[in-house]
């Protein structure tokens, strides 16, 4: 005893229901919106890397006409070393000679070295450009930390009441 006696097979419409004829062309027209938009995201792209590449070109070509470490064309001659102090000493008197016309220059006379001036550093090792930048280091070191410490310089933050 069969109990599908009475029904037939299935056979599906080949046509599709208006609905879903109207969805299928939305879904298409979204998909070329989308391809559309892509497509224009990547000629800005492209455009944009034409134009750092064109800055770059650019740059280089600036580079190549002016270098920062390139000789200006009055030092291109070359130089007679032979004219040069012989010693040290007689160089470093040409420069004294060069520069004694300038503003601000007060020649080797002023210069007068520290003698008697407390070295600061060498503590522990410690160098002079250390104790430049942490001066108070010494006071700090010298402090008893047996003594009270005095909480009224901290910040108190949101403290309620008196």
Known sequence: MNIFEDIGDYVPSTTKTPRDKERER???RERDRERDRDRDRERERERDRERERERD???????????YF?????DDEPM????????TKELIKSINEKFAGSAGWEGTESLKKPEDKK???DFFGMSNSYAECYPATMDDMAVDSDEEVDYSKMD??????P
Not at 156 to 161: A, E, S, T, V
């Open 57 to 67: 070109r650019e740059r280089e070509e600036e580079k190549k006409r002016h270098s």
């Open 26 to 28: 939305y879904r298409e």
């Open 156 to 161: 108190q933050g949101n403290k309620k009441g």
């Open 80 to 87: 007679d070393v032979d004219k040069g102090p012989g010693s």
């Open 119 to 121: 070295q600061l550093g």
């Open 70 to 74: 390139e000789k200006p064309k009055v």
